[in-house]
Structure formats: C-alpha cells, structure tokens
C-alpha cells in the first residue's frame, strides 16, 4: 500500500470514529432531554394583611401546553402582626423575615431548585392605607423587607418581589 492510501485510510477510519461519537452523543442529549425532571419551580408567598402574615409554599411545574401543575407544600403563619404595625420604625421590619415560620418554609424547598425559586410578598390594605396616609413610611416598610428577603435562602433564591396588592388583586 502506497503513503496516500494509507493516509486516506487514516482519515475514513477517523472521520467514521468522529461520526459515530457525534451520532452517540446526540443520541444521549435527545434521550437526557427526554427523560429529565419536568422544570421544578417554588413560589414562597407572604400574603401580609392587617393582623397576621400567612407563609405559603407552593411547588409548580408544566405538565404540557399551557396546564401547570401546582401543589401547596407547605403553610404556616407569622406572628400576630401585619406589617403595617413597623410604621413607626420602618427598619425594625428586617426582625419580622428571621420568623421560624419562614426561614423553615426555604429550607423545606429541596437545594437543587432553590435557584429557580422565588418569594413574593403581597401586602393589603392596611398598606395601601398607610400608602395613601404616608407613602414614604410605606415605601420605606416595602424597601427594609425587600432588602431582608434578598438575604434569605443564602442569596441562591431569585430576588424577592414585595408590593401591595390593589383591591382588586386581592
């Protein structure tokens, strides 16, 4: 055999091994794709109101076009006071996020979907009272507690929403 057949031989038997590794590797994405966990979500939710703060857990995920499922996994409440009550001193609601209530509400959502995780808090009329009454009091309550909540879940949990809710929202 001459050295250009030999070289030509070289690279068939190059190009087919190259062949065959990318159809495999294609075949294990296809497979990977379609055998992996649907795309896992959690929302905490604070629904803050006039009197107490309830804490619920809800895990989500697509099921298909346009249908998501959607199960509570865990509740709890906050204390006995909304947090319209810190009008007085607006930063002291950075101690209201350290409640047990919710610091174990984020340690209950599995590690592996804490990234894709989020935390909404919806406050009530009583702040959109105070906003009406003090919007800079009120926006500095919504201001301390964004801030406090970006702490939590080790800073891997999306950034927090907070907001008041029209009337109509809730």
């Known amino acids: 055999a001459t050295m250009k057949q030999k070289t030509l031989s070289h690279w068939r038997m190059t190009s087919l091994l190259l062949l065959i590794m990318s159809v495999l590797t294609g075949f294990t994405c ?3 794709w379609v055998l992996s966990v649907p795309d896992v979500r959690y ?29 509570e996994t865990n509740f709890c409440d906050i ?6 009550a810190f009008k007085e001193n607006p930063e002291i609601a950075v101690e209201f996020v350290k409640d047990p209530c919710l610091t174990e509400s984020i340690s209950k959502i ?17 702040m959109r009272v105070m906003r009406l009454a003090d919007p800079d009091v009120a926006q500095k309550i919504l ?6 909540l970006s702490s939590l879940g080790g800073g891997i949990m999306q ?6 809710l029209s009337g109509l929202e809730e």
């Open 79 to 84: 204390g006995l006071v909304g947090i319209s």
């Open 43 to 71: 929302l905490i939710l604070l629904d803050t109101g006039s009197f107490h703060t309830s804490v619920y857990t809800y895990r989500y995920y697509s099921t298909g076009p346009g249908h998501v499922e959607v199960t």
């Open 30 to 32: 296809v497979l990977a």
């Open 159 to 164: 950034p927090p929403r907070v907001r008041i």
């Open 110 to 126: 599995p590690e592996v979907f804490l990234a894709h995780s989020s935390l909404e808090l919806c406050a009530t009329a009583g």
């Open 143 to 148: 201001t301390s507690l964004a801030q406090a």
